[in-house]
């Protein structure tokens, strides 16, 4: 990407939390248009309120988050999903009585206007798995499938920014592959993503750059050569021996 644009996200400084807790102490990260990034860190490090951050579920207590040159710390979640910022949560939150078509069909209100949203019917084209379950309900679904389910519809709901929340989590090693594909075809249609991950495997493989975290701060960033070849970041903040 160009060097010298402004990035697409830009968290800056950002203190949240919940209530009297501060959880996330001076953070800033950015994503560039196009990028996969990944912030990586263990349990509880605050990868779940950064990215509730950035959607506007939470609003930060003091620095700003900016989308495409504008200041979107104050909007709430449904303003922040309407200028192209979707969040696909760890819990995936599919609705189980309706079909993976009806699922697809309540995300398509629109979108963002730079966004190149897809229709339902390309969506299941592009998603093989849920092509063959369309009339399937949604609880009928694996969890992988109910991963690509919830990615499909941020894309279906004309998202340009997908904010994917542990996407991995608890899947069989093979459907975790089917995953990461999924994440690729989605960059290569230009969508940018960031990737909140305990799995730094998972990380390495997909990601542009690398924000580790730990106890709500940033302590490394680097791109994937970089971290990858960084025994004491692995060691110490991710818990991955050489
Ligand atoms: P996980 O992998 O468990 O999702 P995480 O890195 O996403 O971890 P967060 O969910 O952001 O971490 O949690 C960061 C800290 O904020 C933790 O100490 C957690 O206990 C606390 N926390 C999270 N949600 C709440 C909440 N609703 N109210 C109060 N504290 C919370």
Known sequence: ???SADPLLAVDSVHAGYGETTVLHDLSLSVDEGEIVSLVGRNGAGKTTTLRTIMGIL???????????????????????????????EERRIFPELTVKEN???????????????????????FENLRERAGNAGSS?????????????????????VLLD?????????IVQDVMDIVERLNDRGITVL?????????????????????GEIVYEGTSAELEADDEVLDRYLGVTA
């Not at 609003?59 to 303003?79: F, H, I, K, Q, W």
């Not at 499938?145 to 998202?159: H, S, T, W």
């Not at 542990?166 to 093979?174: K, Q, R, V």
């Not at 909140?196 to 106890?215: F, G």
């Open 104 to 126: 697809l069909e309540l995300a398509d209100h629109g979108g963002a206007p730079e966004a190149d949203s897809l229709s339902v019917g390309e969506a299941l084209e592009m």
């Open 1 to 3: 990407m160009n060097g």
């Open 166 to 174: 542990e996407p991995t989590e608890g899947l069989a090693p093979y």
């Open 195 to 215: 990737l909140v991950e305990q799995n730094v495997h998972v990380c390495l493989e997909l990601a542009d750059r690398n924000y580790v975290i730990n106890q």
């Open 59 to 89: 609003e930060p207590t003091s620095g700003r988050v900016v989308y495409r040159g504008d200041d979107v710390s104050g909007l709430d979640a449904t303003r922040t999903a309407a200028r192209g910022i979707a969040l696909v949560p």
């Open 141 to 161: 679904l694996s969890g992988g499938e109910q991963q690509m389910l919830a990615i499909a519809r941020a894309l279906v709901g004309g998202a340009d920014l």
